[in-house]
Protein backbone atom coordinates (compact mmCIF):
# COMPACT_ATOMS: atom_id res chain seq x y z
CA UNK A 1 0.00 0.00 0.00
CA UNK A 2 1.42 3.00 -1.08
CA UNK A 3 1.35 5.91 1.82
CA UNK A 4 2.08 9.57 1.10
CA UNK A 5 3.50 12.40 4.03
CA UNK A 6 3.47 15.72 3.30
CA UNK A 7 5.28 17.83 5.40
CA UNK A 8 6.71 21.55 5.96
CA UNK A 9 3.45 23.48 6.43
CA UNK A 10 2.96 26.27 8.98
CA UNK A 11 1.84 30.09 9.49
CA UNK A 12 3.99 32.64 7.32
CA UNK A 13 3.11 36.37 6.59
CA UNK A 14 2.46 37.49 3.43
CA UNK A 15 5.85 37.53 1.23
CA UNK A 16 6.96 34.76 3.34
CA UNK A 17 8.60 31.32 1.85
CA UNK A 18 7.47 27.77 3.19
CA UNK A 19 9.25 24.39 1.57
CA UNK A 20 6.91 21.38 1.48
CA UNK A 21 7.79 17.95 1.64
CA UNK A 22 6.53 14.83 0.04
CA UNK A 23 7.54 11.52 1.30
CA UNK A 24 6.35 8.55 -0.75
CA UNK A 25 6.92 4.63 0.33
CA UNK A 26 7.01 2.88 -2.89
CA UNK A 27 10.10 1.51 -4.36
CA UNK A 28 12.44 3.84 -5.90
CA UNK A 29 12.13 2.24 -9.42
CA UNK A 30 8.14 2.81 -9.09
CA UNK A 31 8.44 6.73 -7.75
CA UNK A 32 10.86 7.51 -10.09
CA UNK A 33 8.64 6.34 -13.42
CA UNK A 34 5.45 8.23 -12.32
CA UNK A 35 4.77 12.38 -12.30
CA UNK A 36 4.07 13.71 -8.61
CA UNK A 37 2.19 16.55 -8.42
CA UNK A 38 1.01 19.49 -5.23
CA UNK A 39 -2.51 19.77 -5.13
CA UNK A 40 -4.70 22.41 -2.33
CA UNK A 41 -7.84 22.83 -0.90
CA UNK A 42 -8.55 25.80 0.38
CA UNK A 43 -11.58 25.76 3.15
CA UNK A 44 -14.95 25.39 1.30
CA UNK A 45 -13.59 24.83 -2.15
CA UNK A 46 -12.53 21.59 -4.03
CA UNK A 47 -8.92 20.10 -4.46
CA UNK A 48 -7.36 21.62 -7.50
CA UNK A 49 -4.32 21.14 -8.88
CA UNK A 50 -1.00 23.13 -8.46
CA UNK A 51 1.97 22.09 -9.97
CA UNK A 52 3.31 18.87 -11.41
CA UNK A 53 6.55 17.12 -12.25
CA UNK A 54 7.37 14.27 -14.85
CA UNK A 55 9.47 11.50 -14.15
CA UNK A 56 11.79 13.03 -16.63
CA UNK A 57 11.48 16.37 -14.60
CA UNK A 58 9.61 18.64 -16.14
CA UNK A 59 7.37 20.80 -14.69
CA UNK A 60 4.23 22.83 -15.13
CA UNK A 61 2.16 25.35 -12.79
CA UNK A 62 -1.34 26.95 -12.33
CA UNK A 63 -1.49 30.23 -13.52
CA UNK A 64 -2.00 30.94 -9.70
CA UNK A 65 1.26 29.99 -8.68
CA UNK A 66 3.70 30.57 -11.83
CA UNK A 67 6.93 32.31 -11.30
CA UNK A 68 6.19 32.04 -7.12
CA UNK A 69 6.42 28.21 -6.49
CA UNK A 70 8.83 25.81 -7.71
CA UNK A 71 8.19 21.74 -7.81
CA UNK A 72 11.33 19.62 -7.61
CA UNK A 73 11.65 15.46 -6.91
CA UNK A 74 14.42 13.35 -5.34
CA UNK A 75 14.18 9.76 -6.98
CA UNK A 76 16.92 8.76 -4.91
CA UNK A 77 14.79 9.63 -1.73
CA UNK A 78 11.19 9.01 -3.14
CA UNK A 79 11.00 12.39 -2.04
CA UNK A 80 9.18 15.68 -3.97
CA UNK A 81 8.87 19.19 -3.06
CA UNK A 82 7.50 22.51 -3.30
CA UNK A 83 8.90 26.18 -2.78
CA UNK A 84 6.54 28.34 -1.92
CA UNK A 85 7.68 32.44 -1.94
CA UNK A 86 5.85 35.50 -2.33
CA UNK A 87 2.85 33.50 -0.43
CA UNK A 88 0.03 35.51 -0.34
CA UNK A 89 -3.24 35.14 1.74
CA UNK A 90 -5.19 33.08 -1.04
CA UNK A 91 -2.42 30.25 -1.21
CA UNK A 92 -3.83 29.26 2.37
CA UNK A 93 -4.94 26.02 2.15
CA UNK A 94 -4.73 22.58 2.92
CA UNK A 95 -1.58 21.27 0.65
CA UNK A 96 -1.38 17.49 -0.38
CA UNK A 97 0.98 15.27 -2.64
CA UNK A 98 0.33 12.72 -5.35
CA UNK A 99 0.77 11.07 -8.55
CA UNK A 100 -1.86 11.87 -10.87
CA UNK A 101 -3.66 9.22 -12.89
CA UNK A 102 -2.81 6.60 -10.17
CA UNK A 103 -5.43 5.46 -7.30
CA UNK A 104 -2.58 6.12 -4.56
CA UNK A 105 -4.64 7.75 -1.48
CA UNK A 106 -4.32 10.67 -0.43
CA UNK A 107 -1.90 11.47 2.98
CA UNK A 108 -3.11 13.70 5.42
CA UNK A 109 -1.99 16.89 3.81
CA UNK A 110 0.26 19.57 5.32
CA UNK A 111 -1.74 23.31 6.47
CA UNK A 112 -0.46 26.29 5.46
CA UNK A 113 -1.54 29.50 7.13
CA UNK A 114 -0.55 33.45 4.80
CA UNK A 115 -1.61 35.96 7.36
CA UNK A 116 -0.51 38.64 9.02
Known amino acids: QVQLVESGGGLVQPGGSLRLSCAAS??????????MAWYRQAPGKQREWVAS???????NYADSVKGRFTISRDNAKNMVYLQMNSLKPEDTAVYYCNAPGTKWPWGQGTQVTVSS
Open 26 to 35: VSIFIFSNYA
Open 53 to 59: ITSGSNT
